[in-house]
């Protein structure tokens, strides 16, 4: 079938791309790659993929796109699901024979719910969902494909068995042609990223066990299944000698580092490559093994540092302890290895004085660049569980992530520390870590040394305020 992978229109700057580890609208404007959507894209001969909200596609001009298409696959989640929904309304009343259906952790959670939700929706895809994707676009019959849940034509509901876990990640093709075929890689900007840049996954699943995060929990699992050194570093070949724009890759596995002696190999051979690439990381990585990558052309780290309280970290099983990441950002110091840090205010056990703590420990760390979310508790996650019983959600039990803004909303709230109280630490978390003499100097120098570095900061500066000044709103 003539096969359209899409991210659906949203809120003007809106990041839901089946990349992006939580979708709203963040501080600076920023989206990351649909990788997942590019994956069954590049199983789908003469199938295209489109990122509406990062190539600023107005709604009617998506539905004008998608309208020739026999098949629409759009990646949804729970933030963006009621709009994407409204989208593939707008489509089916334009193109009635049209088959819609999609795919992320929204769905691959909640199938039933999702199919009842609208007739416009078709089928759903769970699990791991590549090759369900080209099952489909391959004709066969809706019966036979695994991880498939759709709609009979009386209207009841079908879930058909699991599809197995992807063992042989080899078997995936590259999703670097799709971006250079499909995306505009301009339009991909992250605030701690050299621009453009481009992202992969090496691997899928995650063998931590933190308690909010979405993939894992949802789609991943908590193994960590690689791709081969070599399968790797071809792609990162193919995107070094096709695609002579991009200036960094951002390898976007949730730990990266997990497999030590693996990331020193694959470091090895981006050395030779003569490659700048950073990566996702745990703040436990060894000295030695952080050596390798910084001389084989790592620039940056994105390590999730969570919070600054050690009770929080074991309540949240994040395998880690404040000793441990104040090690780790020492040795990132020494070696020149910058650090994108990310925190996360209203986790359980979270107070006013934990609230302090955290921001303190971020500013004696000192990561280069932070963000700070809100405890999001995703549907599939333990933190959803254990926010619906323990009475942390409104009255209603109604998960609101995303506010009328399309900006992240305080969901969780505690009878000794409410909503609010959270959501305006975020506030104060950026205003005590930025608004510093050392870190201002420290952004300053940064821009003294390149025009280019000059302007960006200067746009982000604009945007972060913006950014403050709507949340006050």
């Not at 499909?182 to 992250?190: I, P």
């Not at 990381?281 to 540092?305: C, D, F, I, Q």
């Not at 650090?339 to 107070?351: R, S, Y």
Request: hydrophobic share 35%; proline share 5%; glycine share 6%.
């Amino acid at each position: 079938m003539k096969t359209l992978f899409l991210q659906a229109p949203s809120y003007d700057g809106f990041d839901g791309g089946a990349g992006s580890r939580f979708q709203t609208k963040r501080e600076i404007r920023s989206f990351w790659y649909p990788t997942w959507l590019a994956q069954p894209a590049a199983m789908v001969p003469d199938s295209r993929l489109v990122d509406a909200p990062a190539d600023g596609l107005s709604l009617e001009a998506t539905l004008d796109i998608a309208e020739p298409y026999e098949l629409v696959i759009i990646h949804t989640s729970s933030p963006s699901f009621p709009s994407d929904i409204q989208f593939a309304e707008h489509l089916k009343r334009r193109k009635p024979a049209i088959l819609i259906g999609m795919v992320g952790a929204k769905v691959a959670v909640d199938p039933h719910g999702s199919l009842t939700a609208s007739d416009a929706l078709d089928f759903v895809c769970r699990e791991e969902f590549d090759f369900t994707c080209r099952d489909i676009a391959q004709g066969l019959p809706f019966a036979s494909i695994l991880g498939l849940s759709y709609r009979l034509p009386d209207g009841a509901i079908m879930h058909n068995d699991a599809r197995p876990i992807l063992e042989d990640m080899d078997q995936l093709p590259f999703v670097a042609p799709v971006y250079k075929r499909d995306l505009t890689t301009r339009n991909y900007f992250s605030g701690y990223l050299k621009h453009p840049y481009v992202s992969l996954y090496t691997g899928r699943g995650c063998k931590s066990r933190c308690t909010f995060c979405l993939w894992p929990h949802t789609v991943g699992g908590h193994r960590y299944r690689t791709r081969s050194v070599e399968n790797v570093l071809e792609e990162v070949k193919w995107i070094r000698d096709n695609m002579p724009e991009v200036k960094e890759i951002m390898f976007d596995d949730d730990t990266f580092t997990d497999l030590r002696p693996r990331a020193e190999e694959i470091a090895r051979g981006l050395g030779k490559l003569g490659v700048t690439w950073s990566c996702n990381a745990k703040a436990n990585v060894p000295y030695s093994t952080l050596k390798v990558m910084k001389e084989n052309g790592l620039r940056l780290l994105l390590v999730g540092y969570e919070s600054g309280d050690d009770q929080i970290l074991v309540n949240v099983k994040k395998g880690l302890r404040t000793d441990m990441a104040r090690r780790f950002s020492d040795d990132c110091r020494k070696l020149g290895i910058k650090i994108h840090g990310t925190f996360i205010l209203g986790l359980p056990g979270e107070t006013h004085e934990t609230i302090k703590k955290t921001i303190q420990y971020a500013k004696e760390i000192n990561p280069h660049t932070i963000q700070v979310s809100l405890a999001a508790p995703y549907p599939g996650t333990v933190l959803h569980k254990q926010a619906v019983e323990n009475g942390w959600l409104n009255d209603s039990k109604v998960i609101t992530l995303l506010n009328d803004s399309g900006t992240q909303a305080s969901t969780i709230g505690y009878p000794h520390l409410s909503r609010e109280e959270i959501y305006l630490g975020v506030e104060e978390f950026y205003k005590r870590f930025y608004f510093r003499p050392s870190k201002i100097w420290e952004i300053v120098r940064e821009m003294l040394m390149s025009w280019d570095m000059m302007k960006r900061r200067l746009q982000e500066g604009v945007e972060f305020f913006r950014f403050l000044r709507a949340r006050k709103a």
